[in-house]
């Protein structure tokens, strides 16, 4: 990992972490992988994301290099609007009487395009709140890349001309470090960073979260190890894997955010409904949240003949329905055809 000037200014004097400045998932697809769908993603790209607000510490660690002498505070709900332009998540950094930004950019996979947006998203915050903004790339799963670029170059006639570097964290560079409880925050995050995708790898992540004494972080941290492993492993086999711990999320932040982020994150909340009490159940739910966020209140009629249909591959269609009909009578002809 290339240490930029960040890294050495930390180790000499106290930075303090005091506001963060949550991002948001950037539509034209930055951290899709060839085998997810941008359903499975955006749920992904927000648990990992609410790690980061919620846990801001070893994202810090891993992004500068060291929390030595390093206090952080959370200040919830800052906002930050740039011209067509979103950020992942971005850190306020103070040291001593200095102020940075720290702009954290996360990524499944490298695409040809990360260097280019890694400068333009350090240039507009650099104008829009007047500080020095540190940028670093976090690579979340782990690949065989033989490099990284570091740097986005602009040349003229065979030789470059303008140069900016940002720092680059291979996140499965820390595997060791989670795994053994130094970085146990980032527990949830394991199974995209070991080579074997088992359930060896399932349990020991379970054991880091499952040793914590803080009960939320407990449920958080579940909520999101779940929503992780959905990547490698079919509901089914969560659903038993878990079976004892389901009833934590129940308690976790990082679900209730899920379900206030709208009409449409209510078809994702029915997805993950169905790691607790069961596919069909959960999806019926999730179909009756979607609607009810879109037009209000659900007639009875609709809940009942839900109730009546057992095969989960019609109720999964009917739920990606009901994120696009227009009206409620619309979704009520549909049922009708079932």
């Given at each position: 990992m290339?240490?930029?000037?960040?890294?050495?200014?930390s180790?000499?004097?106290?930075?303090?972490?005091?506001f963060?400045?949550?991002?948001?998932?950037?539509?034209?697809?930055?951290?899709?992988?060839?085998r997810v769908c941008p359903l499975a993603v955006n749920v992904f790209d927000r648990s990992v994301k609410a790690l980061a607000r919620r846990y801001p510490e070893p994202f810090v660690r891993v992004a500068l290099g060291s929390t030595d002498d390093l206090t952080v505070e959370t200040i919830e709900n800052p906002e930050i609007n740039l011209p067509e332009r979103r950020l992942d998540f971005v850190y306020g950094l103070r040291q001593e009487d200095r102020e940075y930004i720290l702009h954290l950019e996360f990524q499944l996979e490298?695409?040809?395009?990360?260097?280019?947006?890694?400068?333009?998203y350090n240039a507009l915050p650099t104008a829009a709140y007047g500080r020095p903004v540190l940028s670093a790339v976090i690579y979340l799963e782990r690949r065989g890349y033989r490099q990284l670029p570091q740097e986005y170059v602009v040349?003229?006639?065979?030789?470059?001309?303008?140069?900016?570097?940002?720092?680059?964290?291979?996140?499965?560079?820390?595997?060791?470090?989670?795994?053994?409880?130094?970085?146990?925050?980032?527990?949830?995050?394991?199974?995209?960073?070991?080579?074997?995708?088992d359930e060896k790898v399932l349990a020991r992540c379970r054991e880091l979260i499952l040793a914590s004494p803080d009960k939320k972080w407990r449920a958080n941290a579940l909520s999101a190890a779940i929503t992780v492993a959905r990547r490698y492993f079919p509901k089914e086999l969560l659903l038993r894997f878990f079976k004892e711990e389901l009833e934590m999320l129940q308690e976790a932040d990082i679900v209730q955010d899920w379900i206030n982020e709208g009409f449409q994150k209510g078809m994702?909340?029915?997805?993950?409904?169905?790691?607790?009490?069961?596919?069909?159940?959960?999806?019926?739910e999730?179909?009756?949240?979607?609607?009810?966020?879109?037009?209000g209140v659900v007639r009875q009629g609709i809940a009942a003949k839900l109730a009546a249909i057992e095969d989960a591959a019609v109720l999964r269609s009917l739920l990606k329905k009901s994120v696009k009909v227009e009206s409620i009578e619309e979704f009520a002809r549909l049922l009708e055809e079932v």
């Open positions: 290339r240490q930029g000037s960040a890294g050495h200014q180790a000499s004097s106290p930075l303090r972490l005091f963060p400045l949550p991002g948001c998932y950037n539509g034209d697809g930055k951290i899709i992988g060839e490298h695409q040809a395009d990360v260097p280019e947006r890694m400068f333009t040349e003229f006639r065979g030789r470059p001309v303008h140069t900016f570097p940002y720092l680059v964290v291979r996140l499965w560079d820390y595997a060791e470090a989670i795994s053994s409880g130094q970085l146990k925050e980032l527990a949830p995050l394991l199974i995209l960073l070991t080579e074997e995708k994702e909340r029915g997805m993950e409904r169905g790691l607790e009490k069961g596919q069909i159940k959960a999806t019926r999730g179909i009756l949240d979607v609607l009810a966020e879109r037009f």
